[in-house]
T-cell receptor, first 109, second 116 residues
Framework: DAKTTQPPSMDCAEGRAANLPCNHSTISGNEYVYWYRQIHSQGPQYIIHGLKNNETNEMASLIITEDRKSSTLILPHATLRDTAVYYCIVAGTASKLTFGTGTRLQVTL | SAVISQKPSRDICQRGTSLTIQCQVDSQVTMMFWYRQQPGQSLTLIATANQGSEATYESGFVIDKFPISRPNLTFSTLTVSNMSPEDSSIYLC?????????????FGPGTRLLVL
């Protein structure tokens, strides 16, 4: 599976959009981009996934570049409850999810 | 999504003993997985729990240390055997379930284990 690169940490003001980048320049054609988050001391929570089209659900939006080498997870109106570690994972199958170190998002007042 | 429960939620154990962790899901699933998250680290896949056959272990994990059972499509157990302080971790089970036409993993709340 392709390797991903994420910034180790980011800050975001409450109410503003949080844009979390992920680089996956070696992604192959059949690999999806998955996003999970882990709020302190809890199990990871699935957020969204996509192949090449932009995706939106009730939690977030996923923007994938046309060349698929990078993506951005957007939380449109961040709240304090969105403070968590966010993981970007690239995988050809959901049975092989490899978690990296993720981005620690701190939402502040 | 999926409703997944784990028992116990946390435990403190003595070295040399064993602990069995249970994972229960609200409906039948084909894929169940076990992960370990050591303090301050990310998640590492231990094994895939296969119903009706032996679990498939990842590199660095062996059946003698982490025996797994999968008696049916809604339940699995992971045993941490002959524990040492290095086994202190969060142990998580996950299940595969279709979302948006694609199999996705959903995680349980985890079992926090401290070995003294």
């Amino acid at each position: 599976d392709a390797k991903t690169t994420q910034p180790p940490s980011m800050d975001c003001a409450e109410g503003r959009a949080a844009n979390l980048p992920c680089n996956h320049s070696t992604i192959s054609g059949n690999e999806y981009v998955y996003w999970y988050r882990q709020i302190h001391s809890q199990g990871p929570q699935y957020i969204i996934h996509g192949l090449k089209n932009n995706e939106t659900n009730e939690m977030a939006s996923l923007i994938i570049t046309e060349d698929r080498k990078s993506s951005t997870l957007i939380l449109p109106h961040a709240t304090l409850r969105d403070t968590a570690v966010y993981y970007c994972i690239v995988a050809g199958t959901a049975s092989k999810l490899t978690f990296g170190t993720g981005t620690r998002l701190q939402v502040t007042l | 999504s999926a409703v997944i429960s784990q028992k116990p939620s946390r435990d403190i154990c003595q070295r040399g003993t064993s602990l069995t962790i249970q994972c229960q899901v609200d409906s039948q699933v084909t894929m169940m997985f076990w992960y370990r998250q050591q303090p301050g680290q990310s998640l590492t896949l231990i094994a895939t729990a296969n119903q009706g056959s032996e679990a498939t272990y990842e590199s660095g994990f062996v059946i003698d240390k982490f025996p797994i059972s999968r008696p049916n499509l809604t339940f699995s157990t992971l045993t941490v055997s002959n524990m040492s302080p290095e086994d202190s971790s969060i142990y998580l089970c996950s299940v595969g379930r279709a979302t948006g036409g694609r199999e996705t993993q959903y995680f349980g709340p985890g079992t926090r284990l401290l070995v003294l």
